[in-house]
């Protein structure tokens, strides 16, 4: 036999294989490597005897453990759930809002649950932090079309407003111009009359006209003085707050179109104890009466 070849420059035997005059070193792996490995090796096959690991037609390998990611789960979920149980309790059957207030546990408990729920739900339209938007409620102040109180907020949350329930709340603002009910001139006079009311810039002689048509069409749902009716959810005139808009143009055509926008029932995709929760959340923006 041969003595083997070795590399003049490294010191370490050649495998006889060359390639356009590159010779291969028969350079070995590390020793902490090939441990590494064969360790590796040793708990892969220990891995599939315990736990599932192959596919097969019918089903997998479950492994002498029977383990169960879905199962611990479904337990961790079981756990949290009781954990929840006498908070949820407490929860709904708390009489009013001072009540959850003056338990800090329970408070804490149901506005957590509330912030979640809210981001889930609420946010996309309201905002994250329930600023509002144009056409949604800005849920921060102390202005409500149906009622700030928790019981309110519960009452629109679970039911919607013109959301097709039949307890949703239920409010139309008219059409007067392009339904008909009034001329062209008089919704521009009445646009002028509604500025009039939250004392901005107007046209006196204009919002003078308007008043015996504000009289017969919009004091039934906003009252005389124009502040509005909770429970038919006709908004405050007198007030800096619009849901659209106070600007002239948008009151315009808000009189000659109409508006009539939808909040969705969540009954039946929230639980009651959701429900009330959320309801604490938003009462806790700031708004809340």
Not at 35 to 46: E, H, K, L, Q
Request: aromatic share 8%.
């Amino acid at each position: 036999m041969s003595d083997k070849e070795v590399d003049e420059h490294s010191g370490i035997e050649t495998t006889g294989h060359s390639w356009d005059g590159i010779k291969e070193l028969n350079n070995p792996l590390p020793r902490w490597w090939l441990i590494v490995f064969w360790v590796c090796v040793a708990w892969s096959i220990g891995y599939w005897v315990l736990m599932p690991s192959w596919p097969g037609i019918s089903g997998y390998l479950k492994g002498t453990r029977n383990h169960s990611e879905r199962a611990n789960v479904e337990m961790a979920v079981a756990d949290l759930d009781a954990q929840r149980a006498d908070a949820t309790r407490r929860l709904l059957t708390a009489p009013n809002m001072e009540a959850i207030e003056n338990d800090p546990d329970l408070q804490a408990f149901a506005l957590a649950a509330g912030e979640s729920l809210f981001g889930d739900n609420c946010a996309t339209c309201h905002g994250a932090g329930g600023q509002g938007f144009k056409g949604y409620p800005n849920l921060n102040d102390d202005d409500w079309l149906w009622g700030g109180k928790l019981e309110d907020i519960r009452q629109t949350i679970r039911y919607g407003i013109r959301s097709g329930h039949e307890d949703a709340h239920i409010s139309l603002m008219q059409a007067y111009g392009s339904g008909g009910l009034l001329p062209r001139d008089t919704v521009d006079d009445l646009v002028h009359y509604v500025r009039s009311l939250s004392g901005q810039e107007h046209d006196a002689e204009a919002a003078a006209r308007a008043a015996p048509a504000f009289e017969v069409q919009c004091v039934q749902c906003h009252g005389a003085d124009g502040k509005g009716d909770q429970s038919q959810g006709a908004p405050n005139l007198t007030d800096p707050i619009w849901l659209y808009g106070g600007d002239a143009a948008t009151i315009r055509e808000t009189l000659w179109n109409g508006r009539g926008g939808v909040m969705p029932t969540w009954e039946g995709r929230l639980s009651e104890e959701e429900i009330l929760a959320l309801a604490v959340y938003v009462h806790s923006l700031g708004g809340g009466e």
